[in-house]
């Protein structure tokens, strides 16, 4: 059985760091992608940043240069590393696996394994 676990989200103040992790088990798939998603109340799930099965790195624009999206080698651990946190990042964030064949495209209906999501709240 699939399984994705996020860990740390939390509440922090504008201008804070937080780094989420996400561990996935009973996916042996050794090209799988992984991604990073958010979804704030009323909005869609958005897509922020992602790893192929290569290792290449993808992110979407809102995020680029304040987030950083890596993988543990030789894991299926993905971690999101995000900085100067805004009250507009305040979301439930979700990690998301698949097999991605034509690279990793941040879209949820690519993905076929999430993970129960993390709430990130950002104060100003």
């Known amino acids: 059985q699939v399984r994705l676990v996020e860990s740390g989200g939390g509440s922090v103040q504008a201008g804070a760091s937080l780094r989420l992790s996400c561990a996935i088990t009973?996916?042996?798939?050794?090209?799988?992608?992984m991604a990073w998603f958010r979804q704030a109340p009323g909005q869609e799930r958005q897509g922020l940043a992602g790893i192929d099965g290569d290792g290449t790195p993808k992110y979407a624009d809102s995020v680029k240069g304040r987030f950083v999206v890596s993988k543990e080698k030789d894991k299926d651990i993905l971690y999101l590393q995000m900085n100067a946190l805004m009250p507009e990042d305040t979301a439930m964030y979700y990690c998301a696996s698949d097999s991605c064949p034509g690279g990793v495209w941040l879209e949820p209906i690519l993905f076929g394994y999430w993970g129960q999501g993390t709430q990130v709240t950002v104060s100003s």
């Open positions: 009973g996916y042996n798939y050794n090209k799988k992608c």
